[in-house]
């Protein structure tokens, strides 16, 4: 009997060192793991730059325009009866959107080089693109690498929605009356990307994809404004539509201080 017990006690013994040497083995695989992952980038937002509000610096302009803009040609609707109600008294092509004073709307205005390879994290806010009225809205956009797009349509006919990406993957889809939004993202760096509707062939508005979050897009009196800011000199770029294709673009050293406000004025010649 005292044999049995204690082959009993010692067999209990073992079991229970085998299930604690089992319990610490795997928790300390689990750490090597959490380790690895770290060391393999499995947590690129720690590794990320962020945008310091209170001490950043702004840049602020204006686009405006020498000389008089080509006139918008009119767009020939009556193909489709719901873009043609849609616009009774006609539409326009939008290329050139210029108010009294010469001022430039949807010009993309960012900062292009003087980040030293920095690179933020994207929002969370999703950026909408609507097709209304058988166009874009908006016709000029920015988003950062990542970021959500939400694709809608308003219109009461089918439009396509086709990203002409050269760096980034281009996607190609149909999105019918009264579809859900479409939630799309780009991957890598790219200005611009050209966005068309293959059903309306007058359709078209363009994505400046970026890794900062240091661009913003002239409004109808061709203002911008840019903050938040780090301390740097800066190659702050202005595009335009008009300047796509042709290897073209307009640039502008600016040097700025923590807190500082510097004035970033642009010119577009008329093509």
């Known amino acids: 009997m005292n044999t049995s017990n204690t082959l009993r006690k010692l067999s209990y013994f073992l079991s229970l060192l085998l299930v ?35 001490n950043g610096a702004t840049i602020m302009g204006a686009v405006k325009l020498d000389g008089k803009a080509p006139d918008n ?22 290329h050139w959107m210029v108010g009294a ?12 080089d003087g ?14 693109l609507d097709q209304h009225g058988c166009q874009y809205e908006p016709h000029v956009f920015g988003v950062m690498v990542g970021q959500k797009i939400s694709i809608v349509n308003s219109d009461q006919t089918l439009h396509n929605i086709h990203a002409h990406g050269e760096k980034n993957e281009q996607f190609n889809e149909g999105q019918p009356a009264g ?25 078209n508005c363009y994505a400046g994809v970026l890794n900062h979050p240091f661009f913003a897009v002239t409004g109808k009196d061709g203002k911008f404004e840019i903050k938040g800011v780090p301390p740097g000199e800066y190659t702050v770029t202005a595009w335009h539509e008009t300047l796509d294709g042709k290897g073209e673009s307009i640039d502008m050293k600016v040097t700025v201080a923590a807190k500082d406000s510097k004035t970033a004025d642009f010119t577009l010649k008329a093509q």
């Open 101 to 112: 004073g010469n001022e430039v709307a949807n010009t993309f205005v960012y900062i292009k």
């Open 20 to 54: 604690v040497v089992l319990v610490s083995c795997g928790g300390k695989k689990k750490d090597e793991d959490d380790e690895s992952d770290t060391k393999d980038g499995a947590a690129p937002a720690a590794g990320m730059a962020t945008v310091d509000m209170a």
């Open 73 to 94: 040609k009119a767009i020939k609707m009556e193909a489709d009866p719901v873009c043609k109600t849609a616009h009774p008294s006609g539409a326009m092509e939008d």
């Open 179 to 203: 579809s859900s939004a479409k939630e799309r993202s780009m991957d890598k760096v790219e200005v611009m990307v050209p966005i068309k509707c293959d059903v309306h062939g007058w359709m």
């Open 115 to 128: 980040l030293g390879g920095k690179t933020y994290a994207a929002p969370t806010t999703v950026q909408k």
